[in-house]
């Protein structure tokens, strides 16, 4: 049985001054008895992932929260706030993985909502958030950003069961610091110190937190298991015309554009035979004429060049085919490999078995005919049943996914 469709209907219209307001008191919203775990029998899914994206205000969104399965298509016309929704996971992303914001938002003024008045002082921003499920339970992350005058985070609050375990507050608008207090349940209810404001203080708490008290450990594990789904994000826009072109050997670490395709095969052909057999047969469903392998040929200049083996002593140069077949293989690629072969930044520290990938897809079927982009949603489907690869990806029209079993459709109204 599919996963059933959930709908969000956007509204441009924001009301009140938009520099958001996290503020709460810590110590009242901190309840120590909430941190006793639950023992259910059912086991516990410990691969850290994002299953929800909250876009309280942001740009065209307002008050939504998007549910994110296996694999999730964002479904609308032009307008309706598909790209932008891809958008503010990968900012997300970015931030956990410890990036300036100023770097994550180059125009931050264009994610303030068009309707946003400023307050007294001139300023507006916007809000959004995520909820990181994995061994510690849902973990909730929102965050405040003042987009005008200066570019900062203004508040930032992460939570589990129940439980605020950090708050950061912007006190002195002189200071480019926000107050942060975390829960400790030692012999202070918190911890109080000061982080910088142009980055996310859940990517920053490992270095802050000393881990000796009870508290101070759930801390460090929920904003651990935050920070792992976060930086396991992989944006990727197979670009054709890049595609291509001969390449020269490198590091066989996909690029987001796939336009290094060739070089990635020419590492990972031999090094999972299961894998590209797999990939191969997907090949089959969506290449026009017979298709028995994929290979990677050398060249005398030090490129390398893809081909799709016919079988019957005949390649074709992947140069060759259009953009639709061309976008199939580099996305069924993505889909069939990881984060070993992707280039993302993924935490290695951590053991796969505790991290998922999930793959930002805009445009999903972008040039792909009906074979090919049932082809692929089943695929992703399958990966994301087993685990290790999450999909979500951006789609004009999503009637044809109807019924595909383990996708979450979300529709968006422009």
Known sequence: MAVPSASAESSASCGASAVPDLSASTESAVVPAQLARTSESAPVDVRARITELRLSAFAGHRRVAFPLGAATLFAGPSGAGKSTALGAYGALARLGGGAWLAEVFPDPVACVPERARPDAEGRRGFRIGCTADGAEGP???????????????????????????????????????????????????????????DRLGTALLPLRVAGKTDGQRHVLAAAEQMVVALRSVFACDPRPEYMRTPVPTGTGRLMPGCDNLADVLWRTRFECGRRHSA??????????????????????????????????????????????????????????????VLDVDTPGEVPDALRTLTVLADGFDRALDPVQRRALLGMAARMGERGHIRCVGAVSDASWAAGTEGVTVVHLNA
């Not at 140069?317 to 639709?324: K, M, N, P, T, Y």
């Open 139 to 197: 973990v909730r992350l929102d965050i405040a950003v003042q987009a005008e005058p200066e570019l900062r985070i203004v508040g930032e609050r992460l939570t589990a069961r129940g439980v605020v375990l950090l708050e950061t507050a912007l006190r002195d608008p002189g200071r480019r610091t926000v107050q942060a207090a975390w829960h400790t349940a030692g012999s202070a209810p918190v911890t109080r110190a000061p982080l910088p404001d």
């Open 279 to 340: 990939l191969v047969e997907a090949l089959r469903a969506g290449c026009a004429g017979p298709v028995t392998d994929l290979v990677a040929e050398p060249l005398a200049d030090g490129t390398v060049r893809a081909l799709l083996d016919r079988g019957d002593g005949f390649r074709t140069e992947l140069a060759r085919l259009g953009d639709g077949e061309l976008r199939y293989v580099a996305l069924a690629l993505v889909l069939l490999t990881g984060p070993g």
